[in-house]
């Protein structure tokens, strides 16, 4: 648990009540690539009464080497299982700039997307391909 903050410049330094010092920033947790993943709000792409279908999840987005992607999505406005789409590990050694094609073909009202992976990866853009169908 944090207790104290120190800010030294743009070095930001924490106490913890174990009586640790951590210093913030930097690509790994001691040595071990970072986890990291984000939530989106739930969509429904302004009409909350035709259920759509996700064509398309085009992901933009700069993957360190070493680094992973995975992208999912649920039906349904929270909880629910999270189908995993697409997964993208660099292991080129070089920064892979990607576009990844995600096909998804599960009519909802509402959806959300997870992006989530180890590593160092910049997303740039993510578009939706959406179609609507009738109630």
Do not use: C
Not at 3 to 25: A, C, F, N, R, W
């Amino acid at each position: 648990m944090a207790t104290s903050y120190y800010l030294d410049g743009q070095t930001l330094y924490i106490g913890t009540s174990g009586g640790q010092v951590l210093q913030m920033g930097g690509t790994t947790d001691n040595g071990a690539a970072i986890n990291w993943s984000i939530e989106t709000k739930p969509f429904s792409e302004g009409d909350e009464t035709v259920r759509k279908t996700i064509n398309r999840i085009w992901i933009i987005g700069d993957i360190e080497p070493g680094s992973s992607l995975y992208v999912a999505y649920a039906g349904g406005t929270e909880g629910g299982a999270w189908n995993v789409v697409n997964s993208t590990t660099n292991g080129t050694g070089a920064i892979q700039s990607i576009r990844i094609p995600v096909i998804v073909n599960a009519p909802q009202t509402w959806y959300r997307l997870k992006l989530y992976g180890t590593g160092k990866v910049k997303i740039h853009r993510v578009v939706r391909e959406i179609s609507g169908r009738n109630a």
